[in-house]
């Protein structure tokens, strides 16, 4: 009897276990998740205004990262970006190029980066080189006491702009040097003891293209997925979208897949019930959290679509620039119209005369334009999401272990009975 019971369980587990694969979360179309961030970044936008305070302590960093990610999602930024431009001309650039907030690195890199958005030649802005200021700013300061949320975003633009900066390697190097400093078995440890999915996710996520720190996002990714209760993230006893969104852009990078999935179906499920496009509504700041939302979405957008992380530029660069009419094309034309009316006046003058010969004259010289060769294009370096892992390997052997344990309780109640 005995092991007909354990023989009737193991064929249930066999059962079951395909079945309860099929509850895995499954890898959103990528129309669906473009739709979810573009109506995300259109809740944001209202919410940020670009005036004096874009100056004041780190408000550079967190309104022109919104502004970026709006950017990527495919919402109209064009009205954003010129309020943007000008709190940038009025009230943190100086004339010489200076950059005066309260984080100049960061700032420059930013702002490098929605210039290359816009279309604009950073190192011709206002007749500034904003790559060189840039450049020279990030080689000479101390990235080991920077704001570690700050370092994915210089590096990332120290690797787009690398071909127009002298320093970009060693700007780059300085700052793996600084995150592989604070690995832990958590992946990252930025706060002393307090490790969390957001730093891992915020930090980790564009990195991906500095080899070395290969082996602290192994980490990370694999203690951010034990964190999760269920699909979702849970931060100081409620779910959080702040870390939902920063999740999913550390998987979303460098899976496993099956996480990027089951992370993007628990962070819809702290949508704004209103479904106006906010996430986190009774969080201490739902703007924030719409934010980080915001950038999980975007990230997966990307690496679904095989596109760059969005704050690597790479694929806007180089800038193409206009060149001005020549004036050696516009004295040519000038010069073949007046050669034609003088033609055809003296043809109209010969015509008129009785039998005289026009004088002969040395046609006109031209001058064949000079063409300016278009710069080459830099290859487009992109991230695609790893796909590792079977959906349901932990429930089949779940089940396994429930099987078991029922068919010991079967056998110690069938000694009882036969005492």
Known sequence: MKHKLLALLLA??????????????ETPA???????????AEAVLPQITFDSSLAEGSNFYNYTRALVLAIRAGADTSAKVSEFLAAVDDHCLGDDGAMNTGCPVVSYALLLMVLALDGQDASDYNGINLVEKFNDAAAAADLSAENAYFLPLIYQAADAYADQMNDADSIKSAVASRVKSLESDEGLDVWGGYPSVDDNGIILSGLSKEK????????ATAWSAAQKEGDIFVSWGVPSANSGGSGLAL??????????ASTYAGLLTLKDPADNGMYDPDSYNPLLATVDALFGLVTYEHMLSGETHPFDVSDCLP??????????????????EST????????????????TKPEETEPATTTAPTTT??????????????????????????????????AGTAAMYGKKRAK
Do not use: M, Q, R
């Open 319 to 336: 800038i193409e620039k206009e060149e001005p009419e020549s004036t050696e094309e516009s004295t040519e034309e000038s010069t073949e």
């Open 212 to 219: 070395s720190l290969a082996d602290v996002a192994d980490k």
């Open 30 to 40: 990528v129309s669906e998740v473009k739709a979810e961030a573009k109506k995300t």
């Open 12 to 25: 249930l587990v066999l059962a079951i276990a395909p079945a309860a694969s099929a509850f895995a979360a």
């Open 340 to 355: 034609e009316e003088s033609t055809e006046e003296s043809t109209e003058e010969s015509t008129t005369a009785e039998e």
């Open 373 to 406: 060769a278009a710069p080459e294009t830099k290859a487009d370096g992109t991230t695609t999401a790893a796909n590792t892992g079977d959906d349901g390997h932990g429930i089949f052997f779940a089940c396994l272990l429930c099987a078991a344990a029922a």
């Open 251 to 260: 998987f979303a990078v460098y899976g496993p897949e099956e996480e990027a």
